[in-house]
Structure formats: C-alpha cells, structure tokens
C-alpha cells in the first residue's frame, strides 16, 4: 500500500514538470497550428539562465523564475515577430523546418556557452524532504508541481479574462475573422508565441532544480510535451494539465513493473498514448472541432 | 463634400483573370447601397478589397478622402469599416455574448473600452440583433439565422461607421428574411453606412436606396433599384426574363 501511494506521488511530481513544460506547447499549437519543435531548446535556456543566475550571484532558485519567465517572453515575441511570422500560412513542413532550425540554433548555441558539461542547482535545502510515515516528498519536487500548477492557472486566467488572452482565443478559433474585428495578427501571434516560450522557460527553471541539465536535455521535452497535449486534448489549459499527470502516473508505474519495467517505461508510456488516441481521438479531456 | 468611401478604377487579378476589373463608385454616408451580380460578378472579391484582405493591382479606395489601399485588415476595420462573412466565421471556441464582445474590444481605434464595457456592449449589440436569450450558448448550439444574426451582431458591435453584410440572407426561409430585414434596419438607423450584397431581389427593392450591379468585374448599372431592376442589360446579364415579366407584370 505504501508502496503503491509512493507510486501516484512519484507519477504526480512527474507529471508536474510535464504539465509545465505542455501547456506552452500546447498554447502555441492550438493558437498557431505550429508544432514547435524548439520548445525543448526554450525549456533547457530557461534551465541555463536559472542555472546561471544562481551560480553567479547566489540568488534563490525559486526567485529567478519570474526573470525566465520575462526573458523568454521577449525571446518569443521577438522570433515570432521577426522569423515565424514569415511562414505561418505555410504548409505544416515549413513550420517544423524553422522550428527544428530554431532548435539546432539554440542547443548548439548553448554549447559553445556552457560547453557540454552536466550543470546543477544545488541549494541547501536540495536534498531535504517531507517524510510522510515512510514516504519521501521532495521539497523542491513538491513545490515545482505547486508552481506548475499556478502557472496553468495563471495562463488559464489570461486567456479567459483578459483582453490579450481573448485575441488570442479569437485568432486561434479564426484568423479571417479576427483580423476583420480589428486584430493585429501579428502582434497576437507574437503575443502567443512569447507566452509559450515563457511557460517553457518557468518549466526548465524548475527542471534545472530537479536534475542536471546538458544544452541537449530538452530534446526528450519535446517529445514528451507532444504525447502530453495529445493525451489531454488540444486546445484547453486544463486538458494539457490533466494530459501532463496522467503522463507522469503512467511513466511511475511502467518504471516499477519488476524486471525490464524502466527499460520500457517510455514505450508504455507511448502506448498508452495509442490507446487513448484510438478509444478517444480528441484526448482525454478534448473536444472535437 | 468628401464622399465616406469612394472607390476609383478598383481592380484585383488573380492570375490573367481580373475578378474586380476598374470598378469606380463613391458612397455617403448613411447611405445603404445594394450589390447585385451573377455568381462570379466580382462582388465578394470587391469587399475583400475594400477590407483590406486583397491588394488592390491598379486603383485607390479613399476613405473619407484619405487612401486606405494597402492598408492591413486589421487596420481598415479599426478605421470604421465592419465586414461579415458569407460563410459565417464565428469563434468557435466561445460563447455567443465573448464572440461579440471581441467585437467590442478591438474594433474601433478611437476607444479601446474595459473588459466589462464590452460585455455591456455585447449585450446591448444582442439585443438590437435579437440574440439576447441566446447570449451564454456557445456557438455550436446556434441555428443557421442566428449564427448569421452572430455575425452580424459581432461586427455591429465594432462600432462600425460603415458595415459591409455579404449575402447575410442566403438560405434563410421568407419568416426568417424578414426578421433580418427588420436587424438591418435597425443597424442602418443607429447611424451607420450599409452595403448589402444580395442575391434576394426582396431585400434589395425591400431596404435599398441605391443598387450597383456587378457582371464580369464590371459595373453594370448604379442606381435606384425600380429603375435599375428594369434596365434591359440587368436582366439580360442577372435577373433573367421570367423576373422581367413577373416585375412589369406585377
């Protein structure tokens, strides 16, 4: 029993990071029709710059995630505007093209910087946990699900009670139509995009506190963001969220299948995901268009 | 006096093709002007020019009396200009009343109201369009006249100072095309400019104080609809001779 309720905290802590790092990916596919295959390179720059903030001035690492936040927002706002926006009426290919790009870019970029050496942020509370009668909660771990969470919260917000966040939902559901009630294109555009690198950069400021960080490390990211908004269903905040634990949950108990369980908890992890995708094609929580 | 929009030698290609070939009008303002035509006359075509959604490839569209070819979409609309579409394009993610109230948000330059004020603005919008009780249903749930009534009630609610409607009656029964009617006129006497294109001759000789008719690009004939409807290459090009006779007969 122990065991088992050690299991669903594992996959929820998990499943925490994951939520983080889908719902900027989820944001910016649903709204643009981009999948971005740079988000894994955004997660690992928000996961540098925490990193190096840290290490150089020595500030709490929970404190530099708003300045990920912001500093990947403009990053964002900035490629959309200038790069992205050129292409996005293409033909899906060219999309993948430039953001596969981007990600080369941005990974090789980060080794000339940091070389390829494995960095971590370690405090002095890194280790420290909350024993719950056996069962080890790791604080950092504990609060990074918290933040994930407030950060899907906040984006939900945003996008529901805010002017931006209507454009945004506007241009998502029709550019035509947007445009014509008076909607600058590429500004929500540049807006969305920014708002998906920003999730990015929280979630690999919180990654950078849990494990030791290459300039390679996002690829898996990326991946896993993909599976996450397809298990929870494109198009909502919450779905992505639900998509993100759910992912967690099963990865913790294919890893503790005894015998080869861990060697295949990713190929279970995926089948699920075929599962889901041939029982309920919108994903869990999705709606049909 | 400065005509609201005035539309000298309009033209768009596609290709060798030319779909508005140098259409030249002017409108005043709270004028409401018919579009007829044959499929094919141009008459889509010449509202996305004027919306900026197609450059123009030779002429100019002066808005009162400044050019505004050229201009982004986005940027034609917050000026004044409200447009729908004759397939409707509704946000399909949101409810009747947040459809409305984007609207409300972005469209005019000249006020960029709160949040609040444009839901007011919404439900003030749903009323004159008569969509009031229908305000918190998400789209899907909406009939074929409401979703038109919805785009309607979406670019009314841009505050508009001229509304280009693009066949809003189109397969609507004769109970629903008066309902219609009835929200059009009450656009029309709030203040604002409407051109309507139209392939119900009701509604034209029903509301229209003028009638350009488009054939292959070009224009046709620009007048009084009694007098246009009986022009003899309308009804050759458009209405056809059975309409004719019903029309003098009647």
């Not at chain 1, 917000?157 to 550019?175: C, E, K, M, P, Y």
């Not at chain 1, 905040?237 to 967690?248: E, K, N």
């Not at chain 1, 299948?257 to 309920?280: D, K, Q, Y």
């Not at chain 2, 984007?102 to 330059?109: C, K, Q, T, Y």
């Amino acid at each position: 029993m122990a065991d088992l309720v050690q299991l669903v905290i594992i996959g929820l802590l998990a499943g925490g990071i994951y939520a983080a790092v889908g719902v900027g990916f989820s944001l910016v596919w649903g709204v643009l029709n981009i999948v971005n295959l740079a988000h894994g390179a955004l997660v690992i720059v928000g996961a540098y710059l925490t990193w190096q903030i840290f290490t150089a001035s020595g500030l709490d690492p929970f404190l530099t995630l708003p300045i990920d936040a912001v500093a990947l927002f403009a990053f964002g706002y900035v490629v959309q505007r200038g790069v992205i926006n050129r292409i996005i009426r293409a033909p899906l290919l060219f999309t993948f093209l430039l953001t596969f790009g981007l990600n080369l870019i941005a990974v090789n970029v980060l080794l000339l910087i940091f070389k390829s050496d494995f960095r971590s942020v370690t405090t002095a509370y890194s280790g420290a946990g909350l024993d719950l009668g056996g069962i080890v909660v790791p604080y950092i771990r504990l609060a990074a699900l918290g933040i994930a969470l407030l950060v899907a919260a906040a984006l939900a917000l945003l996008l529901n009670r805010t002017r931006v966040g209507l454009a945004i939902q506007a241009v998502g559901s029709d550019r035509d139509a947007a445009q014509l009630v008076g909607i600058d294109l590429r500004h929500a555009y540049a807006v969305t995009y920014g708002l998906g690198a920003a999730c990015a950069g929280v979630a690999g400021g919180l990654i950078a506190m849990i494990q030791a960080i290459t300039p390679t490390a996002g690829e898996p990211y990326t991946l896993q963001a993909f599976v996450v908004v397809i298990l929870g269903g494109l198009g909502r905040v919450s779905a992505t969220v639900v998509g993100g634990l759910v992912f967690g949950l099963v990865e913790a108990f294919a890893q503790s299948i005894p015998g080869s369980g861990s060697v295949f908890a990713n190929a279970i992890a995926f089948g699920v995901m075929v599962l889901v995708l041939v029982t309920r094609p919108q994903g869990l929580l999705g709606r049909l268009r | 006096m400065t005509p609201q929009l005035d539309l000298r030698n309009v033209t768009k290609r596609f290709g060798g093709v030319a779909a508005v070939d140098g259409v030249t009008f002017s409108i005043a303002k709270g004028e409401i002007l018919g579009v007829i035509g044959p499929n094919g006359a141009g008459k889509t075509t010449l509202l996305n020019c004027i919306s900026g959604v197609y450059r123009l490839d030779g002429g100019d569209i002066r808005w009162h009396g400044v050019s505004i070819a050229g201009l982004a979409p986005y940027r034609v609309a917050r000026l004044g200009v409200g447009r729908t579409f004759q397939i409707v394009k509704p946000f399909g993610s949101m409810t009747v009343r947040e459809n409305v109230a984007v609207g409300a948000l972005f469209g005019s330059d000249s006020e960029r109201p709160p949040l609040r004020a444009a839901f007011d603005r919404a439900d003030s919008v749903l009323e004159l369009v008569g969509l009031r009780m229908k305000a918190d249903l998400p789209v899907s749930a909406l009939t074929i006249p409401d979703r038109k009534r919805l785009e309607v009630a979406r670019a009314v609610a841009t505050r508009p100072k001229l509304l280009l409607l693009d066949e809003v009656m189109a397969g609507l029964n004769n109970v629903e095309i008066d309902d219609a009617l009835e929200m059009v006129r009450a656009v029309h006497e709030t203040g604002v400019t409407v051109v309507l294109i139209e392939h119900v001759m009701r509604v034209i000789v029903g509301v229209c104080e003028r009638v350009i008719v488009l054939d292959l690009g070009r224009t046709l004939a620009d007048g009084q609809p009694d007098v246009v409807l009986r022009d003899e290459r309308v009804i050759q090009a458009y209405l056809g001779e059975r309409y004719a006779r019903r029309l003098r007969g009647g």
